[in-house]
Nanobody, 133 residues
Framework: QQQFVESGGGLVQPGGSLRLSCTAS????????IGWFRQAPGKEHEGVAC????????YYGDSVKDRFTISRDNAKNTVFLQMNNLKPEDTAVYYC??????????????????????????WGQGTQVTVSS
């Protein structure tokens, strides 16, 4: 079964940092663009950061630019999200998705991938990030 295991979330004070990990299970992540998405309580899913299969292209949502960095280690089948200067509005459950929201459809642009979270029907367990003093 193909799935992601997201980890690294927790409770952090405003201004703090966290590093999230997203490890692919049952498939080779290096064949796919990967995106981090989040869902805050009562809100829709939002694209946070997306990275191409080779890592050569990245895209960030406006609310996280200059604070978050996405990277990947294909040898470890893992994508990371380094989050710095965290704010209370970053509180959400964070999820990973591939660039294939449905069978037979591949989103080739990381910007398109990040800006269309409604393409995804199924979401994993995610990892909770809470920013609070």
């Amino acid at each position: 079964q193909q799935q992601f295991v997201e980890s690294g979330g927790g409770l952090v004070q405003p201004g703090g940092s966290l590093r999230l990990s997203c490890t692919a299970s049952g498939f080779t992540a290096g064949y796919y663009g990967i995106g981090w998405f989040r869902q805050a309580p009562g809100k829709e899913h939002e694209g946070v950061a997306c990275i191409s299969a080779t890592g050569s292209a990245t895209y960030y949502g406006d609310s996280v630019k200059d604070r978050f960095t996405i990277s990947r280690d294909n040898a470890k089948n893992t994508v990371f999200l380094q989050m710095n200067n965290l704010k209370p509005e970053d509180t959400a459950v964070y999820y990973c998705q591939t660039d294939r929201p449905t069978p037979g459809l591949r989103v080739t642009s990381v910007e398109t991938m990040c800006n269309a979270p409604n393409q995804y029907e199924h979401w994993g367990q995610g990892t909770q990030v809470t920013v609070s003093s």
